[in-house]
């Protein structure tokens, strides 16, 4: 037999009763709570202004340590794959980026036995850049440690330290488990390197190809540092300057500094590419030297490097077992917004040109330059510029360290107007002198009020000819304002 069913009370049902209404009450504060969190991210997602009150809240609610909670297994990949696979890639601070930005910079950091620059490096990217500048950026810092502690620690550092930066969306921290490395252990004694050193160097290719991976859409341009670096002022703006000046042309790698793996620049289409390879060969040889290998096979024999450096190392310890490290790049300016403009031209002389150091190489702000046999009397350079301009300043520099006698001896600078002849052979019809050659320099300021016409020409004259060969190192033009049609 069944007990008999009891009929609930009257009493018994008002109390059920009260206990729904609570309920609901008190979830329509907690709905609104979380509906004001969602409106505050978006309202500030893209302003560049925290009230102190805010840096506050964030300080209070977004900073504290990510879970350590691992997601499920993931099969270890083999030692000899050879394309990306599908990781899951964990937010440490911050959000997925709302909008694709011009320049994406990536950091990859793991903990070291002496020092830490990291922090330092995040520092001198944001102090260095101006609000506007601000606005284009995104930076991306892997955490790639297999120490979850101090991973977690790190991201707590970064968010507080940084709030405004990642409430802005400008900043992302992220993190790949262990699961997803291929073997480390057991690899190919290449270079005679000792089994730890392999390791060392074969999972730092593994941490860049999977930032790069994750940061493929981001942005036009990828940026790769090291994290123990410090920036130039204004190097967003130095970057953009060197892009323009290369429109047109082919390339792969843009390098801003002469160290490691420091201020090389790439199209971000080209980034799924270079991860694939990075984990192909991810245990033959260093980042460094791999990237000469990719540079190559897409079809860029050559260095494009730039000067000044825009990016210097800092660190006085390496990552490696805390062995000092103590490489600067002794083209690292502090100033970036010295690069000039140079605006699109047709480059041309009537010098005996020495192999391929041909008269473009001098206009560009790469590390290269124009080489001529000696040079006779009437001898030129010229520079015919695409669309008349108003110049500021002008510096031409000639000779080098090791070539120190190559230089200009006797010659001029002058600017033209009205641009005559064909393609192959226009020139301006008539010139002005600016001023001569001193020990092989020239540099003229305020030259929009010394000349009164749009420039279309300028021309480097020898007034004396000489025995010794001619090296021009650099043709530096700055413009100022766009002249009036």
């Given amino acids: 037999?069944?007990?008999?069913?009891?009929?609930?009370?009257?009493?018994?049902?008002?109390?059920?009763?009260?206990?729904?209404?609570?309920?609901?009450?008190?979830?329509?504060?907690?709905?609104?709570?979380?509906l004001?969190?969602?409106?505050?991210?978006?309202?500030?997602?893209?302003?560049?202004?925290?009230l102190a009150g805010d840096k506050q809240l964030l300080s209070e609610t977004a900073t504290h340590p990510p879970s350590p909670a691992r997601p499920p297994h993931a099969p270890r990949p083999d030692s000899n794959f050879s394309a990306a696979r599908n990781i899951s890639y964990r937010y440490l601070a911050g959000t997925p980026l709302p909008r694709k930005r011009f320049l994406t910079i990536g950091l990859s950091s793991v903990k070291r036995k002496k020092g830490n620059y990291l922090l330092e490096t995040i520092k001198s990217i944001f102090e260095q850049s101006s609000y506007?500048?601000?606005?284009?950026?995104?930076?991306?810092?892997?955490?790639?440690?297999?120490?979850?502690?101090?991973?977690?620690?790190?991201?707590?550092d970064i968010s507080q330290k940084f709030a405004h930066h990642i409430i802005a969306g400008r900043l992302l921290v992220?993190?790949?488990?262990?699961?997803?490395?291929?073997?480390?252990?057991?690899?190919?004694?290449?270079?005679?390197?000792?089994a730890e050193r392999v390791k060392f160097r074969s999972k730092q290719n593994v941490d860049?190809?999977?930032?790069?991976?994750?940061?493929?859409?981001?942005?036009?341009?990828?940026?790769?540092?090291?994290?123990?670096?410090?920036?130039?002022?204004?190097?967003?703006t130095a970057v953009k300057k060197v892009i323009?000046?290369?429109?047109?042309?082919?390339?792969?790698?843009?390098?801003?500094?002469?160290?490691?793996?420091?201020?090389?620049?790439?199209?971000?289409?080209?980034?799924?590419?270079l991860a694939r390879f990075l984990l192909m060969f991810y245990q033959e040889m260093p980042c460094d030297w791999l990237l000469i290998h990719f540079r190559g096979l897409l079809a860029q024999k050559e260095v494009i490097r730039f000067k000044p450096s825009l990016f210097q190392h800092m660190g006085y310890y390496s990552s490696y077992k805390g062995a000092e490290n103590k490489l600067k790049d002794d083209d690292f300016e502090e100033e970036s917004l010295d690069i000039p403009d140079?605006?699109?031209?047709?480059?041309?002389?009537?010098?005996?040109?020495?192999?391929?150091?041909?008269?473009?190489?001098?206009?560009?702000?790469?590390?290269?330059?124009?080489?001529?046999?000696?040079?006779?009397?009437?001898?030129?350079?010229?520079?015919?510029?695409?669309?008349?301009?108003?110049?500021?300043?002008?510096?031409?520099?000639?000779?080098?360290?090791?070539?120190?006698?190559?230089?200009?001896?006797?010659?001029?600078?002058?600017?033209?107007?009205?641009?005559?002849?064909?393609?192959?052979?226009?020139q301006c019809s008539t010139y002005l002198r600016l001023g001569e050659f001193r020990n092989g320099k020239f540099e003229a300021t305020d030259v929009e009020h010394k000349v009164l016409f749009d420039v279309s020409c300028v021309r480097i004259v020898v007034t004396k000819g000489q025995k010794e060969w001619l090296i021009i190192r650099s043709v530096s033009i700055w413009t100022s304002q766009t002249p009036s049609s």
């Fill in 132 to 156: 506007e500048e601000l606005k284009e950026i995104a930076v991306v810092v892997q955490l790639a440690d297999f120490d979850w502690a101090w991973c977690a620690g790190m991201a707590q």
């Fill in 174 to 194: 992220i993190h790949v488990p262990e699961e997803h490395y291929p073997v480390l252990e057991g690899l190919k004694r290449n270079y005679n390197d000792p």
């Fill in 244 to 273: 323009t000046s290369r429109e047109g042309s082919y390339w792969v790698t843009l390098e801003f500094s002469k160290l490691g793996y420091i201020g090389k620049l790439y199209h971000s289409r080209d980034l799924p590419r």
């Fill in 36 to 50: 004001l969190c969602l409106l505050f991210m978006n309202l500030y997602m893209e302003d560049g202004h925290v």
């Fill in 342 to 426: 140079n605006p699109p031209a047709n480059l041309h002389t009537n010098m005996n040109v020495f192999e391929n150091y041909e008269a473009s190489k001098a206009y560009s702000s790469g590390d290269e330059y124009f080489w001529g046999k000696a040079p006779a009397t009437g001898d030129f350079y010229g520079v015919v510029f695409e669309k008349p301009i108003k110049i500021s300043r002008i510096k031409v520099a000639t000779g080098t360290e090791d070539r120190q006698n190559d230089i200009l001896h006797h010659g001029a600078l002058e600017v033209g107007e009205k641009v005559v002849g064909s393609k192959k052979g226009r």
């Fill in 208 to 236: 860049y190809a999977f930032l790069l991976n994750f940061c493929a859409n981001l942005s036009d341009y990828y940026v790769m540092l090291e994290d123990d670096v410090r920036c130039s002022r204004n190097f967003l």
């Fill in 1 to 34: 037999c069944f007990p008999p069913q009891v009929s609930p009370s009257r009493h018994s049902l008002k109390q059920l009763e009260k206990m729904r209404c609570l309920r609901k009450r008190s979830a329509v504060p907690c709905l609104g709570l979380l």
